[in-house]
Every structure is written in structure tokens, then in C-alpha cells.
């Protein structure tokens, strides 16, 4: 018996499928998942977050754009436009530092946030489904870090 | 960083004049704001274990409902106990033997007191404890003070029937409807808001689970003191004492009060454990003070202790005994979300992203 419609299931299932961060997860881990999961919805300009705030957790984007305006000129070579599957903010999910950048959306932008709190209960509660999300945002942070890297000519590759 | 701006003293001010108008509103639906109380402690007491089960393999709804059906049934079976118990107590005696027992203590106490100091022979005390007098106090008592009580309990007793439904509910649909509330929340503020959740979440979860802890603990110190001292019931009235302990101040003096009344009865000739109840109870409070509440609920209110003080006093000011229950819990809450409140209100980026993303929607609806 459930308040809300349960009916979406395997909507939810879909859309979580195509997130590379959750591509490890099995259905049930997926709808134990998208229980912590925020959709949010930003209009073309709108900001998602600023430079500066603290930071509190990931963005998703399910559909449409994002657009990265770091402060710092480095990290203009490793992301500036953020797709559908692809993830922005990763970091606020370990600490609650400064955000490194403003993160804008370019069209009507469909995204789902992941927030540190949760992120923190569900390491707790199932360490599996928590073991397998973090070993996929360390691979995008890793991978971004070697970019970085790579780009910068006088940093020897790893 | 953005510094996030501190709440002062208007914000202060506002969120104790809104936990005294909430705890005027819950002294009036006392039999809505009651049940749903104790559905709160069962759901962060019952929580952990169905999200065991559900990492386990249960589905969230068979966990819940199980978890539920097996805490009913020990509800009942405590509610068959006590009813066991009080219709026992009810045919050994009524209320005006064991304030007869009481007063039996007292004019003993008072007899050695005159015995030993002159002082004491001056007041005349002891000639003013009559049977009487206590009878009559004790026939009054009942009439004017226990029996309304009473009906009241009766009267509140259908609505705890919601109790385990919405234990359920809660335990199933949290967080559904976590994210229905947030829906509406401006994107602006999201995040903001996410964080006050969290953190009422979390406070929540470590004041029921602080004060269930605290009631097991000191209910099993009484419990094992009153054992080794003798006094029948002992777990029962060593339980009973814990719960009533949840009314601040007032409720620890009853419970002491309950005992050495039980004592003083069941034990005429011996008012020595009547003072080993007393001395038991005055243990077990410093145990509680110094100890156990630190270690639990204490910890987790983080409110300054003459500020919880002049609360206590409020609360029962305006809603007696509702009010010592809640007056705490209730602040605690309400100055998470005042505090929350006055920081997005004051922070001119957010208001000011919150006042883009209205006319860029505005704009998106127009073409």
C-alpha cells in the first residue's frame, strides 16, 4: 500500500540505467537508490549553484545542458559542458568545501541531486549498493584528475 | 565560502514565541499530537531494523509491516500486563490505603524527628496528621484528581490505536514524502532546505532514540534496585517510574512519590525500606543527571540550560503538563528550522538567484 504512485518503476529504473555513476546497480538497488534521489527541474540561465556556496551534494543530468563557469583557469580544460549521464559537483559529496564553480543550465535542464546526507545513510544502511556508486564517482573523478593532468604540459602524465 | 549569516536575537526570539503558540495548539489536539509522538519514537526506534531487513532482501512494505505487527504485539501485551496489574492492585486496596500507608510513614518519620531534636517536639506535627484528614484528603483526591485522569486516558485510548498505522506509514513512505515536500521548494533554496531536513532528521533520530535508551537504563537501575531491596513489582513500578520520568521535573517526583508510597504500605514495620526507596530514587536521579542524560538525549538538544529552563516553565504556563512533555523536544525543532529560515531569508545571493529563476520561468512560460 503506498501514498505515492508506484506505478513509474521501471521509468525510474530506465533513466537511473543510463547514469554511468549507477550502471553498476541491480533494479532493486536502483529503486533503493532513487528513493534519495532529488529531479529538479532548471530553466534555460538558470544557476544550479555558484562558485563559492558550500556544497552539499551531486548533480545528474537526466536531460538537456549544463553549462561550467570555473573560477580557475585549469579546470576550464577538464569540464565546461555537462550532458545527459553526466555529473557535476562530486566533490560535495565527501566534504562540504566551497563549490569550484558556477554550474549554469544552457536549456531546460532535468536533473537528479544526490545529496551528502544520503549519500552518507546509504553507505551506512547498504554498503553494497553504497561500495559500487562510490568506486563509479571515484573512476569520473579519477578520470577527470588524468585529463587534467594530461592537459597540463609541464605535469608528466600518471 | 560564502559565510552563511548567524541567526540573532530576533530569530531567538521568534522561535520561542512559536514553540509556545505550537505547544497551545498540541494542549488542544492532545489526542492527535500524543499518537503521533510515540509513532515518531517507534519510527526512529523501529528504523534501523527495517532498514536491516530491507538490505537483507525485504521489501520496504513487508519489512515495515512486520516490524509494525510484532511491536503491536508487545504493545498489547503490555497494555494486558498492566491491566493484569492495576485490576490486582485494585482488589488488594484502593488509592486512599497506600496514602494511608503513606501517612503512616510520615508520622513514624516524624515521631524519631520529634524523638531526636526538640526543634521538631515544637512544631507539633504529628498532631496534625490525623486519619481524618488523610482519608478525607485521599477519598478527595480521587474524586476531584484520579478519576478525571482516568476517563481522560480512556478518552485518548481509540486514538493510540493510530499508532501503529501511522508507525507504518512512516516507516514506508518517509521518504516519498520527504521528496513531495521538497518538490515545492524554489531550486534556489534546495539545497538549503535539504540540509535543514537533514539535520532535523538527524536530531530526531538521536533525541528518540537518546530518551528510549534513557528510559531502559533508568528503568533498569529502579527496577534492580527495587528488587534487591525487596519491594514487589519491582519492574513494573521501576518502568512505570522511567516513563513518567518523561514529564520533566514533576514526573520524577511522582514516580519517587508512587514507590515509597508502595513501600510504606506493603511494609508498615519497616520505614527503613521506604528510605531505601527514597535514597534509591535520589541515586538513580544523579545517575541520570550526571551520567545517563549526558550520554543520550542531553547531548543531542545542544540547548543552553537556563534557556531550557525558562521553556520548561513556559511550556507549562501555557499547556500544564503537555507542556513540560513537549516544551524541549518541541524548541529543539523549531529553532533547527528558525535558524534554517533566517539564513536563507538573509543571504542576498540566494534571494537574489530565487528572484532570477522566477522571471527566467516567467519568460520560458511567455514563449
Redesign the interface.
Known sequence: MRFFNADADDQKVEVLRNIPIFHELTRNEMLEVDELLYERIYEKDEVVFQEGDAGHGVFIVVSGRLRVDPGHESLKKVLLDVSPGESVGELALFDEGPRSATVVAMERTVTVALFQAEFATLLMKNKNIGIKVLLAIARILSRRARQLLQREKHIPSL | ??K?PQPGAATLVVVILSTVLLLLLCQKMIWLVLPLLLALLLYYSLRPVV?AL??R?WRR?TAAMTVCFFQTMVAVGIVVLLFLFLSKAGSQGSFSRHVAGGQNLLRKTVGALEGSAPVFKRLNMGARLDDQHVREFGDDFVKKNLLPVILQLLEWLPSLLLVPYITY?ML??S???K??I??SVP??F??RV??LF?HL??SLQSYFQGLLLLTVLEGSCLAMGLALVGIPHAIFLGLAAALLAWVPYLGSIVGCLMVVLVAATDFPDKPGVAYACLGLFLAVRLLDDFVFMPMTVGRQLHVHPLLSVLMLFMGATVAGATGLVFALPLYGVIAVIGETVAQIVTDP?LRA?YK??RQ??A??ERF
Open positions: 565560502m560564502t552563511i532498514d530491507v538490505v532482501g512494505e506509514f514506508t513512505d521518504s516519498r514524502l521528496k513531495y521538497i518538490q531550486n534556489a534546495f539545497e535539504l540540509l537533514s532528521d538527524t545571493r538567484r532570477a529563476a527566467l520561468a519568460t520560458a
